[in-house]
């Protein structure tokens, strides 16, 4: 079992260090934030994922996994140090690696004995060989750092699941000791390996990730062909998934893709083939599309309303996907204020997101509208005009047609993850607007 320090607390890192530890490696996973650290030691997560902290409370109670803001004594006799740091989008689209080049030079100062620098976030490809001559340009004691790169493929809301089950592990290095030491870290994980040198393993992540956002534009546009055509986007996907070389998953039309992943990556990607003198016209078409996507309901309900003005508006999820509290690029962050903006008094209702969203939108008289958070779904849709489904809760999907019609002043839905069948909305009585498919 192998001596591991981990940079950085947020989704990636986090996970990852637990997941190292309930494999049986001894971890110490390294925050700035001390308050963080000492709650992460009793047990609470700065993240709301499923399953973490169950097993950061077991690890920690087994001495497997400890956290520290002291950097230097958890990198100094590290055998691996996972860098697993945010890398944010800039203005004009690139990465900002700001995050990544503060702890590589941490990692310099203090390393005591070889050890493998592992970078598990998303980096523009030869990033890693920069990072690798930084740390040598600052390395203090006369000892030998390699850096490998290790794309990360968990989702939010499984990403403990992802991490322990993923489909493949993907190890980027220059050195046959740096893909000795990292196969053999992965091994208690009994996982398929892929092994490629460090460019490759950098632009798997973000051809993976650019082509599942690819994946989704291409069903929304095809979606808004079929409103047009009156075909039904989901008998579409059905039949198009039965096809292996297209397959089932990534294929529901929607509100576009959100997220902290997706579009920093597209951007980031279109960003890299620009600075390359190269277009990449694919990808794109993919942000394009799924920026005129995130609107759609909005203006749709637009042409079907006089005006939102001192109507009241059921909001039905906040977060960009269910069973996390993450709002980044989710679809209410733009239609909310449109909303306000036309006078509406917004009822919002998301299981977790809620408090994160008050943030941005405090409750109460909100521009020319006003916004009010609902524990209950039920309030928010008492006696609403018009009701937006932006993210498919199991609360909200658990809702019948019938609820709607009964609780709303006007049954009037406009769903945005397509979770009911249109003809069960129409024998309701519900006048039912959703992606891809005739009202
Ligand atoms: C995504 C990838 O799925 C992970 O493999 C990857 O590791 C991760 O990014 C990352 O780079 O860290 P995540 O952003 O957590 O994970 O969420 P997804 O479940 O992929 O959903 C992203 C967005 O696409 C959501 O807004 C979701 O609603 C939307 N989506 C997804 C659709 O509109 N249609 C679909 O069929 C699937």
Request: net charge negative.
């Amino acid at each position: 079992m192998y001596k591991i320090a981990v940079a950085g607390t947020g989704y990636v890192g986090l996970v990852a260090g637990v997941c190292f530890a309930e494999v049986g490696h001894q971890v110490t996973c390294v925050d700035i934030d001390n308050q963080k650290v000492e709650s992460m030691k009793s047990g609470v997560s700065p993240i709301y994922e499923a399953d973490l902290e169950e097993l950061m409370r077991k690890n920690y109670a087994a001495g497997r996994i400890n956290y520290t803001t002291d950097y230097q004594s958890a990198y100094k006799d590290a055998d691996a140090i996972f860098i697993g740091v945010g890398t944010p989008e800039q203005p004009d689209g690139s990465a900002n690696l700001s995050y990544i080049a503060t702890v590589a030079r941490q990692i310099a100062e203090s390393v005591e004995k070889d050890c493998l620098v592992v970078v598990k976030s998303t980096v523009p490809v030869g990033t890693n060989d920069k990072v690798e001559q930084f740390i040598q340009d600052f390395l203090v004691k006369d000892v030998k750092v390699e850096v490998a790169s290790n794309p990360e493929f968990l989702a939010q809301g499984s990403a403990v699941h992802d991490t322990l089950h993923a489909e493949r592990i993907i190890i980027g290095t220059e050195s046959k000791w740096a893909e000795e030491l990292l196969t053999k870290i992965y091994e208690p994980f009994h996982l398929p390996i892929v092994s490629v040198n460090r460019r490759s393993a950098e632009m798997i992540k973000y051809a993976s990730n650019d082509f599942l956002a690819l994946k989704i534009s291409y069903m929304n546009d095809i979606a808004n062909l079929c409103e047009l055509v009156g075909a039904d986007i989901q008998d579409v996907a059905k039949g198009m998934s039965f096809d292996e070389r297209i397959g089932s998953k990534f294929l529901n039309a929607g509100i576009g893709f959100g997220g902290s992943c997706f579009p920093k990556d597209t951007k980031a990607l279109e960003y890299i083939a620009k600075q390359n003198g190269y277009e990449l016209k694919t990808v794109k078409a993919a942000i394009d599309v799924n920026k005129e996507q995130k609107t759609m309901l909005y203006k749709k309900a637009s042409k079907r309303l006089i005006t939102f003005n001192g109507l009241k508006v059921a909001v039905l999820g906040l977060t960009f996907k269910p069973g996390t509290d993450d709002l980044r690029e989710a679809a209410s962050l733009e239609n909310v204020p449109l909303l306000l903006e036309q006078g509406a008094d917004i009822y919002a209702y998301d299981p977790v997101g809620a408090e994160n969203f008050a943030k941005v939108h405090p409750e109460g008289k909100n521009g020319k509208g006003s916004i009010t958070y609902v524990a209950n779904i039920e309030h928010a849709l008492e006696g609403a005009n018009v009701c937006f489904i932006f993210t498919e809760w199991g609360e909200v999907k658990a809702l019948t047609p019938e609820t709607y019609k009964k609780l709303m002043r006007t049954p009037l839905v406009y769903d945005g993850r397509n979770i009911y069948r249109v003809e069960e909305m129409q024998e309701a009585r519900v006048e039912y607007h959703s992606i891809g498919r005739k009202p």
